[in-house]
């Protein structure tokens, strides 16, 4: 072989294992950003769920605390049950506030534990530092609410679940559920990154599988067929197989998010979830109203979008303690028949739902965010600027949207978008 082409393949050899070694260096230096994704803005609950959450502060007696919201059971329910959530990477506890309503009209009084970092919580978020902080947020409820732990249920989703299963394997409570789970941070990153010695790599492991064992208490895992981020075989079976006694692996429908909650996906999901409680964990759960949702999409499909809204409206005048008319039931609809580029039915949709809601700001935002996607500028406009004029300041993001929609600030607002629908 001529020695100019040894030189050449050398060379080349010699860039390449640069390269890989700069990629793992690279990766090293950003897991922390990468595991603990933080693009979520702060949003604020819309008022028609009134869930009177209240922000908290515990933690050791440093300077440094972190915080919770603390959101009440429904004021006509007077139940002792507790839910602790945990949220997934990309979210924030501002985020959830649906999600928060429909453990409420179960019966939970809620405390939605945020991570350092996030909003305006200090520090920097790493596995070891959030575990240490979901062990506080249990002690707060244990040590200073004085709830029995055999009335507190750990709830986490995605990343969130990692979280509640080292709680939990490290507590009392009286039932652990985990929603689309990976069974370990290293098997993630391995199938993320498959050609990285990620064994080597990771500092955030989140060894799932080696602590949901440990759970001294009834396991719930919730995982989705069509989950191609974290495969239901791998993750969510693999931990069912691991937990103890009692224990359901609940199969659901539906790509990795918060959308599997949706009624139009999953009709069933909190509903199964109080009755897998109930039956094995000694709650005495609400089984809450079925949501319009399915109703009004079924009526979409059959007979169009004037007549399901026709429909809506006769319903909820005659039967209005027959199905959960809650303004999430149609937003969450809506942001699916977007995902389909159903545009006009979604906009039909969301202007039902600023009619029956007119005095909320998020229903005039999620109508705006609509037309943003189906290209009607001055229809977006109008939403946002009414949506502003139900609540001005932080937390409705129709102000940054219509600057961007303006062209007085850069990005696109449908950037924002998600920090509405999928909740």
Known sequence: MNSWLKRILWGALVLVVLAYAGICVWLRTNESRIAFSRWMPYVTPSPTLALNETRVEFGDDGPTKCFAWILPA????SSDAWLIFFHGAGDNVSIHANAYDDFRAMGFNVM???????LDSPGVPSEAIVEREAKAA???????????????AIYGASLGAAFAIDLASRVDAGALIVVSAFSSGVEAGQRMFPILPMKLLLQNRFESDEKIGHARMPVLVIHSVDDTRFPLAENGQRLFELAPSPKQLLQIHGEHG?????????????ADIA????????????????????VIAAAIDRDGKEAAATQYRRLSEERPSRYNFREAELDRLASELLEKRRMAEAIAILR???????????AFESLGD????????IEAEESYKRSLALLAGAGNNSAEKLARLEGSAKGDPL??????FGT
């Open 74 to 77: 429904s004021p006509e329910d």
């Open 112 to 118: 939605a534990a945020e991570y350092p970092g996030y």
């Open 138 to 152: 249990y002690d707060y409820l244990v040590h200073v609410k004085h709830v029995p732990a055999k009335k507190i």
């Open 258 to 270: 918060a959308t599997q909650s949706h009624a139009t996906v999953n009709p069933n999901f909190f």
């Open 275 to 294: 009755a897998f409680l109930n039956a094995h964990a000694g709650f005495a759960l609400h089984r809450a109203l079925p949501s319009i949702a399915p």
């Open 352 to 362: 039902l739902n600023t009619e029956h809601f007119p005095q909320s700001y998020a």
């Open 370 to 377: 609509a037309y943003v996607a189906a290209g009607k500028k």
């Open 415 to 420: 950037d924002l978008a998600r920090s509405r």
